[in-house]
């Protein structure tokens, strides 16, 4: 049987080596206790410097695995109230996020795929089409996840695709397909490919992702610029098209260079052995695409069924699973509990203390602080001045929402552009692509969580990976923003 999603273990999460956790386990108190003692800076309120300590206090502990990292992730609950920046009220609601909610009901539909083998039989047919070598097999599932994304949102895009990812390590686990090095460096690749190509395919299209809706809306209220849906296209399209082949290429001929035979006799093999579908994964399958569709079409469904939305539509789905029998004269449902307590319970709680962090970095004004930051440095060139938002926006995203971020970015980078004559669409257009760039840490985007929830991989590995795709990003998001947004949109 396939290797369940659950939350990851210390010897699957592979942990950063002894000395660099015992490093950050000194190190992240002292940095905190540092931004305690010291005066904040100008324009700096006393509650956003310690915030500043908190953020760097978990950074540290979440990059070098100090502390197991769902512990790491809990410490916003302890310390927000304890150093007076917000009530626990406050810092506990954002582990009660509506998206929390549909990671755990996207999390369901998984495991029932995965109790039915149905994942596999996806997986298997994907494979057979897309081919058999390693690399061509992770440009499949970049390509599927990636479209995907431009039309549900990341999130859901991910948990859709993961169970048959997952599926097809496991099938060249038991296959003992090349030795247990390529094994791992395929698994890293193909995770890290999903969960990347998910927050690269929302840059494509206008509702792909909340910052680039959020744009859209600042753009038309504060300075009457329309933006198309296609015209949003003709930018962010060919962002995400360069941005996605180069990840390709990074995680399979640099990152984790990938090698290996065809698999197509063991995939058939698997595929026979697997016989005709069944009843159960019929009504799996039915209760997926239903799901599937009414995310994509959750804006219209909206308008006649009040408060329906992403999340709502997840945990509808996943009480449907444990309503819809297979065997009703003896009980048995499409899930029960003993499967459901597979559960990522881990991955909740790192993105609920992302969340935390993300929302006081916001009403403490670290956020705005940062982005005033930015005004000494208006009187740039705009290309220098572009690339300087843009770096500054991809980074600071790895521990703050892309959303929040966006909109403390935009009015300020807006009056910038103003101040100095040049459109202010070629410094916010950027700013928001930028906000959906974030690749190294597992807390900076919900499909980065889910993937790294997998125990498939050591942190070391998406943050290696995801430096290199920052980096690419500046260039590329920097590059065609300068060239593009003049030409599509003047």
């Excluded at 559960?343 to 670290?366: D, E, K, M, Q």
Aim: proline share 6%.
């Amino acid at each position: 049987m396939n290797k369940p999603i659950h939350a990851p273990s210390p010897a699957a999460t592979g942990k950063a080596s002894d000395r660099a956790a015992k490093i950050g386990l000194f190190l992240g108190p002292l940095l905190l206790v540092t931004c305690l003692v010291i005066d904040p800076p100008a324009g700096m309120s006393a509650d956003a410097l310690h915030t500043v300590g908190l953020a760097l206090l978990m950074a540290t502990w979440w990059s070098t695995e100090a502390l197991p990292i769902p512990v790491t992730s809990l410490l916003p609950i302890l310390l927000v109230p304890a150093l007076g920046i917000d009530s626990i009220g406050n810092a506990t609601s954002q582990y009660g996020n509506p998206i929390i909610f549909l990671f755990l009901g996207g999390f369901m539909l998984g495991l029932a795929m995965e109790r039915w083998n149905l994942h596999k039989r996806i997986a298997l047919r994907t494979l057979l089409v897309v081919g058999s070598h390693p690399a061509h097999q992770v440009a499949g599932f970049m390509l599927a996840t990636a479209f995907l994304s431009m039309w549900v949102s990341n999130t859901a895009t991910t948990i859709m695709m993961l169970p048959i990812g997952l599926s097809v390590i496991g099938m060249l686990d038991r296959g003992g397909q090349g030795d247990p090095a390529e094994r791992e460096r395929f698994a890293n690749a193909l995770l890290l490919g999903i969960a990347y190509a998910a927050s690269i395919g929302g840059i494509a299209t206008l509702i792909g992702t909340p910052p680039n809706a959020l744009l859209a809306a600042f753009l038309q209220d504060n300075y009457g610029v329309h933006i198309g849906f296609g015209q949003w296209m003709l930018i962010g399209l060919p962002v995400s098209i360069l941005m996605l082949a180069f990840t390709w290429w990074w995680l399979t001929r640099r990152g984790f260079s990938l090698s290996g035979q065809g698999t197509h006799a063991l995939l058939r093999e698997e595929l026979a052995a697997l016989g005709p579908l069944s009843k159960s994964e019929k009504l799996v399958s039915l209760v997926f695409s239903l799901t599937a569709l009414a995310w994509i079409f959750q804006p219209a469904l909206a308008s006649h069924v009040p408060g329906l939305n992403d999340t709502s539509i997840a945990i509808a789905s996943a009480v449907a699973l444990f309503m819809i029998p297979v065997d009703a004269k003896k009980r048995v449902f499409l899930m029960d509990w003993q499967s459901a307590v597979k559960l990522p319970w881990g991955v909740l709680l790192l993105f609920g203390g992302g969340l935390s962090l993300a929302a006081v970095i916001r009403t403490t004004g670290l956020a705005e602080w940062i982005a005033q930051g930015l005004g000494a440095f208006g009187t740039l060139p705009v290309l220098l001045l572009l690339g300087l938002v843009v770096l500054v926006i991809i980074f600071l995203t790895e521990v703050t929402s892309n959303t929040a971020t966006a909109a403390a970015f935009l009015p300020l980078l807006g009056a910038v552009a103003s101040a100095q004559g040049f459109a202010v669409e070629l410094l916010v257009v950027p700013a928001a692509i930028a906000a959906s760039c974030a690749f190294m840490l597992p807390v900076a985007t919900p499909p980065n969580a889910i993937v790294f929830g997998t125990g498939h991989m050591r942190i070391s590995a998406m943050v290696n990976a995801g430096f290199a795709l920052n980096i690419a990003g500046l260039v590329i998001v920097t590059g065609l923003s300068y060239l593009l947004v003049g030409l599509v949109l003047r």
